[in-house]
């Protein structure tokens, strides 16, 4: 089955940015909307981003709308997160999902999840 691995978290200065990747390994099938989620141990997943691979659709929380950016490449088996504009509440690790949809920031219609990439903001 499809395999998600993130990469490109790490540590960056208030106002800083960085950019995100995950790579699906195997055929999505009809696994229409690939997301990025967040969270911080002991509190809920947070919705961050989300594209639907078919329309191109994009779809973000209020808490980032204007300062992240997601993207699929031409394959749409990897999606990027760009985040510009860092806050330190933007820390916490960021998990990289895949899903039917077709509601693409919903957790619940996604069956497949990567293992996280943590982003610290300082």
């Known amino acids: 089955d499809v395999q998600l691995v993130e990469s490109g978290g790490g540590s960056v200065a208030a106002g800083g940015s960085l950019s995100l990747s995950c790579a699906a390994s195997?055929?999505?099938?009809?696994?229409?909307?690939m997301g990025w989620f967040r969270q911080d141990p002991g509190k809920e997943r947070e919705r961050v981003a989300a594209?639907?691979?078919?329309?191109?659709?994009?779809y973000y929380a209020d808490s980032v709308k204007g300062r992240f950016t997601i993207s699929t490449d031409y394959t749409k088996n990897t999606a990027y997160l760009k985040m510009d504009g860092l806050k330190p509440d933007d820390t916490a690790k960021y998990i990289c999902?895949?899903?039917?949809?077709?509601?693409?920031?919903?957790?619940?219609?996604?069956?497949?999840w990567g293992q996280g990439t943590q982003v610290t903001v300082s």
């Open positions: 999902a895949t899903g039917p949809g077709p509601f693409c920031l919903e957790p619940a219609r996604y069956d497949v």
């Open positions: 195997g055929p999505r099938n009809r696994r229409y909307c």
């Open positions: 594209i639907h691979t078919l329309s191109d659709n994009t």
